[in-house]
Each structure stands twice: as structure tokens, then as C-alpha cells.
């Protein structure tokens, strides 16, 4: 069930998730919405008219079933929730084809991983936070492939994860995000907090699965 809204113009979507399977969008617009739920980053999602880009709404969708506090299949359920929103309230369809583009690779430094095994239960998390100017990201019990998909989020572009590293690790990521180029970094970037992990990243042309947006409508009425 699910309560979509016209909003006003915004400079910052606010998505949410909340115990039981809750979902709020705040001034989100359609593309936005369909990144979230399909974990893409910018450069996968193709097509779709104007109004894809620049129309914003507010959501509240609650899901039929509880989907329970357990981060992992909580999120997995809430996601699929939006995406059948999306297709029975915006009519979205779309398809999957193979692009090459630049992407970032994840692999292994020369002096192999520096990692620690993880000593939580099954089920990755991650958690952001800031201290100052500095942003950290805080893994439990994460494969190195989710910590490649949280840094697509944080790159705004694909990365992949080639590192062949397998197993679930505790770790820690602290970077000074390039927010005014004006201003001088009080920390190490995020390629060089990467580093210190024993793993690094590099930019390169590869093939990626996009999803391209084949008709969408506006929203029907609540």
C-alpha cells in the first residue's frame, strides 16, 4: 500500500527505511526512486522523458507483510516493495542490455588484503556517519562485493569487484569527501582510505548490465 504525493522542488532527496518494512521518500523523483530500488548507480540507468528527472514526490509505502528488523532480507523486501510500486503505480518497464563505460575496478594491492575476519552474526551492515569533515563507513560482516556496491553509492559510478577475496570481514573506511574544491582536504580521499584496506581502485572500460527505461507514466491517484 502505498501514498504517493506531488512535492515541491528540492536539492535533496530523503529516503528512509523503518522497522517493520516502512518506506518514506521525500521530494524524490522517479529516477531516483528506481536507483534506490534496483541498487543503481547513475551511469546504469538510461532513458525515461524529462519529467523522470525533475518532477519530485513524497511516499509513504508500508508493506503487506512485516518485513521484521533484520537489516539484510528487511532491506531485500522493502526494495522489492518499491519496485512493484513502480510498476503498478508509474507503469515502469524496463530492460537490461550490456554497455561498455568507465567504471572503477576493486582488486587486491600488491602486498595482498588487509582485512579481519568478521566476528558478528551472518548478514552484512554498513553504517555512515561524520566526524567533523570526515565521512566514515563502518562494515560487519561484509563481503568484499558489498563493500564494492556501497562504494559505487558513494563514487556515483559502477565498481566492480575483481578481487576474488573471499569470506565476511569487520572494517572501516575514513575520508575527507571533495566537497568544495575550494577548500583544503583535512584527510585522506576515499582512494587512498581504500589503500589502507590492501585494496585499491582503478578507473577502466568494462562491460556493465544498464537498465534502460523502455515507458513510465506519472503516478496514478492515490
Known amino acids: 500500500m502505498a501514498s504517493i504525493q506531488p512535492s515541491k522542488p528540492a536539492e535533496q532527496s530523503v529516503i528512509t527505511r523503518l522497522p517493520g518494512g516502512r518506506f518514506t521518500a521525500e521530494k524524490s523523483t522517479l529516477k531516483i526512486l528506481v536507483k534506490w530500488a534496483y541498487e543503481l548507480t547513475d551511469d546504469e ?12 514526490y513524497d511516499i509513504v509505502a508500508t508493506p503487506e507483510n512485516d518485513a521484521g528488523n533484520e537489516q539484510v532480507g528487511r532491506d531485500g523486501q522493502i526494495r522489492m516493495m518499491v519496485r ?6 508509474f507503469k515502469l518497464a524496463m530492460h537490461r542490455e550490456a554497455r561498455e563505460m568507465p567504471a572503477y575496478v576493486l582488486s587486491v594491492s600488491k602486498d595482498g588484503p588487509k582485512l579481519t575476519a568478521t566476528t558478528h552474526p551472518p548478514g552484512p551492515q554498513v553504517r555512515m556517519r561524520w566526524n ?57 580521499s576515499i ?13 577502466e572500460r ?15 491517484d492515490n
Request: proline residues 6%; contains cysteine.
Open 132 to 188: 567533523g569533515q570526515m565521512r566514515i563507513m563502518t562494515f560487519q560482516a561484509a563481503p568484499v562485493s558489498y563493500v564494492a556496491r556501497s562504494l559505487s553509492a558513494q563514487l556515483h559510478r559502477k565498481v566492480v569487484d575483481e578481487t576474488n577475496v573471499q569470506g565476511a570481514f569487520d572494517c572501516k573506511l575514513e575520508w575527507s569527501p571533495d566537497m568544495d574544491r575550494a577548500a583544503p582536504q583535512s584527510g585522506p
Open 206 to 220: 568494462v562491460s556493465v548490465d544498464v537498465y534502460v527505461i523502455d515507458g513510465v507514466q506519472r503516478p496514478s
Open 84 to 89: 512493484s510500486m513502480l510498476a503498478d503505480r
Open 45 to 56: 540507468l538510461v532513458g525515461g522523458p524529462k519529467w523522470t528527472d525533475s518532477d519530485r
Open 191 to 203: 582512494f587512498t582510505a581504500i589503500q589502507q584496506l590492501g585494496l585499491r581502485l582503478r578507473m
